[in-house]
């Protein structure tokens, strides 16, 4: 049984903080990895892909891999309340056969 | 762009009676997915479409849940007979994913709220 685990929260950092959000998965030869935002009572939107080991960034968000040790992360810096949400991974295996998994989520409290 | 559409947007049912949800994906996009959402969960695969053919539907219980997309683009799922652990959203996504890779960024409809009573 592949699956995705989360950091438990939830999770409060004060506004301005670094807010980490970490991921591990049980399917080393999965390839694709995802970090997604839920707010309260909507739907999940994209926030990173990444397929390679290594860092990726867009603005305050940073995304890490690596795939030796099965483990992604989600970097948030400079926290604002308006990241309050929960944080979801999501982690697609080697294969067009293998499918998207998601983990149970991490909820993020930004405290002003 | 309009974006992937659901509807209803709420059902309540007693168990045992039948739903249907209902799902218009983003124009052009060649990959559907029905997923499930319990209450302080992450949303659980149930079966995912490339064009109108079936990929993944390991997860789909499936002598209560069925699943079809005709003409590969709309889509509906329907639960008959529905049970009291069925209460969850319901969420339709799509992707461009041509190569039916799962790679593309999927991106979610509003959901459907389903409580069953």
């Known amino acids: 049984q592949k699956e995705v685990e989360q950091n438990s929260g939830p999770l409060s950092v004060p506004e301005g903080a670094i807010a980490s959000l970490n991921c591990t998965y049980s399917d080393r030869g999965s390839q694709s990895f995802f970090w997604y935002r839920q707010y309260s009572g909507k739907s999940p939107e994209l926030i990173m892909s990444i397929y390679s080991n290594g860092d990726k960034e867009d603005g305050r968000f940073t995304a890490q891999l690596n795939k030796a040790s099965q483990y992604v992360s989600l970097l948030i810096r400079d926290s604002q309340p308006s990241d309050s949400a929960t944080y979801l991974c999501a982690v697609i295996g080697e294969t067009s056969y293998d499918k998207v998994i998601f983990g149970p989520g991490t909820s993020l409290s930004v405290i002003p | ?117």
Do not use: M
């Open chain 2, 1 to 117: 762009e309009a974006g992937v559409a659901q509807s209803p947007r709420y059902k309540i049912i007693e168990k045992r009676q039948s739903v249907a949800f209902w799902c218009n994906p983003i124009s052009g996009h060649a990959t559907l997915y029905w997923y499930q959402q319990i209450l302080g969960q992450g949303p659980k695969l149930l079966i995912q479409f490339q064009n109108n053919g079936v990929v993944d539907d390991s997860q789909l219980p499936k002598d209560r849940f069925s699943a079809e997309r005709l003409k590969g683009v709309d889509s509906t799922l329907k639960i008959q007979p529905a049970k009291l652990e069925d209460s969850a959203v319901y969420l339709c996504a799509s992707s461009l994913d041509l190569a039916g890779e799962g790679t593309d960024t999927q991106y979610f409809g509003p959901g459907t709220r389903l409580t069953v009573l």
